[in-house]
């Protein structure tokens, strides 16, 4: 999928300076096993991911990819873990920084099949033979597994020019 309008007419307006999204990744579950994709633009498997469109609540945008990027349907159990990443520089010069809200999803329908052009491949995968991703990627899938119902959050991450520990998890 192309880069939305939104953002397109955003950086009209700001060029190339950081811009603050909204993000969701669907951990979806089908027993021991996760759903994961092979992004086209750099290779790396990873949970299916998406930006949220104005409007739109996350968990709606975790559901939407799921069906758009891999043909699968899925449902929300819960919001596992809300995080701020770092910022993303990308080929063109835009940065980015994503606050992303990591869902547990349950399978629902449907077999994986690449269904746009964002991934190469899509396909479930046991939690005990995960393919070798960035270890934000396992983090999220872990905090999926881990969820209790309880949302997790991370505090005191140290902001610019702060020298604080690192971040704690707070629930």
């Excluded at 975790?62 to 990443?85: H, N, S, T, Y």
């Excluded at 606050?99 to 690449?114: A, I, K, M, Q, Y």
Aim: glycine content about 12%; some cysteine; charged content about 30%.
């Amino acid at each position: 999928m192309p880069t939305p309008d939104f953002i397109l007419e955003l950086r009209r307006k700001i060029g190339h300076d950081s811009l603050w999204l909204a993000g969701a990744t669907a951990v979806v579950l089908r027993g021991d096993d996760v759903l994961l994709g092979r992004r086209a633009d750099n290779g790396i498997w990873a949970p299916i991911t998406g930006i949220v469109d104005p409007g739109e609540e996350p968990a709606d945008t975790a559901v939407r990819e799921c069906q758009e990027e891999a043909g699968v349907v899925c449902e929300v159990e819960g919001l596992a873990w809300v995080k701020a990443g770092d910022e993303k520089v990308f080929p063109n010069g835009d940065r980015c920084i994503f606050l992303d809200h990591t869902f547990r999803c349950r399978w629902v329908s449907g077999e994986p099949v690449v269904n746009d052009d964002e991934s190469t491949e899509v396909g479930w995968f046991p939690l005990d033979g995960l393919p070798p991703m960035k270890d934000e990627l396992l983090q999220r899938i872990r905090m999926a597994v881990e969820f209790d119902g309880r949302t997790r959050f991370v505090a005191g991450r140290p902001g610019p020019g702060d020298h604080a520990a690192g971040a704690q998890e707070t629930a």
